[in-house]
């Protein structure tokens, strides 16, 4: 595995990254959760060529990365400004953004702000907004057994949030959603960490695990779409809680080019991995000509 580096971005803010392979392209890979290290994403380092640098970061906040002490700072709008300073400080000319998860909310927001900087654009496994979450939780709670629900409500209106049977409880509810096909727990998935500062800050100020009413509670970043010009793909899995989200999203956005993998669901990288990266790396091809 790459050596993990720091970069300093202006502000005196320094993030934690990892890379692999040369430019003049960069692919910039930014996590979800939020608050996820970026190590359950390090198979995309297996994109990196001689013409085609890769790039993991945590994010603000996560891992060793700089963080602010307040929480509302914690936004997808000041994700979005970190990416353009991470993008300066590391001189990256040729821009491919590629947002997983909740990491595609700060990728769009970028590409609202800072396009004429993008050369393209990578959406996988996400939404345009904080209604979509909404919608995705509402589907996962649909699809849960009596048992669950009843349980869930029981331990909602304790509001035992912070124990093992509700974090229990709420990972077997979302599975079929989360990572359906995976027979057990990927190295780099367990390598990789979740600050609860910062997902709580964003996601669920509460810890409720299907209550968004962090800083992305009034986020919508669907009336971006019609915005983007830069070539897009939409990357998501056929048994992922967002795959409705990515399909309005190509939908939407002009240029965009969807990817629907037949046996994954949100961690498809880790479920149809050949699969994710060939879509991945075929788009960066037709668009970088390399």
Request: proline fraction near 4%; hydrophobic fraction near 40%.
């Amino acid at each position: 595995m790459p050596r993990l580096r720091r970069v300093t971005t202006a502000g005196r803010r320094s993030f934690e990254y990892v890379a692999r392979g040369h430019g003049p392209a960069t692919l910039l890979v930014h996590p979800g959760g939020p608050g996820f290290t970026y190590h359950y994403l390090r198979p995309l380092l297996g994109l990196a060529t001689s013409h085609l640098r890769v790039i993991l970061f945590n994010p603000r906040g996560v891992g060793g990365s700089w963080g602010p002490r307040q929480s509302d700072d914690y936004t997808v709008q000041n994700q979005a400004s970190d990416v353009e300073a991470l993008r300066r400080a590391l001189d990256i000319d040729e821009l491919h953004l590629l947002g997983f998860s909740a990491g595609g909310f700060a990728a769009l927001e970028y590409a609202r702000r800072y396009q004429s900087k993008l050369a393209s654009l990578l959406m996988c496994a996400t939404a345009g907004s904080a209604e979509e979450v909404r919608q995705s939780n509402r589907l996962m709670l649909g699809a849960a057994s009596r048992a669950q629900r009843k349980r869930l409500a029981e331990l909602t209106k304790a509001k035992a949030f912070d124990s093992d049977e509700y974090a229990e409880l709420s990972a077997e509810i979302g599975q079929p959603f989360q990572s359906r096909f995976l027979t057990g727990v990927p190295k780099d998935l367990k390598a990789s960490k979740i600050s609860r500062k910062v997902y709580r800050a964003m996601m669920t100020r509460t810890g409720d695990e299907f209550l968004v009413d962090g800083t992305i509670a009034r986020w919508d970043g669907r009336k971006y779409y019609s915005k983007i010009e830069v070539p897009t793909l939409v990357l998501v899995g056929r048994y992922d809680f967002f795959l409705e989200a990515s399909r309005e999203m190509a939908d939407r956005i002009v240029p965009a080019h969807l990817r629907v993998l037949p046996r994954s669901s949100h961690l498809a990288h880790l479920e149809q991995p050949r699969e994710f990266l060939n879509a991945v790396r075929e788009f960066l091809l037709d668009v970088t000509g390399d």
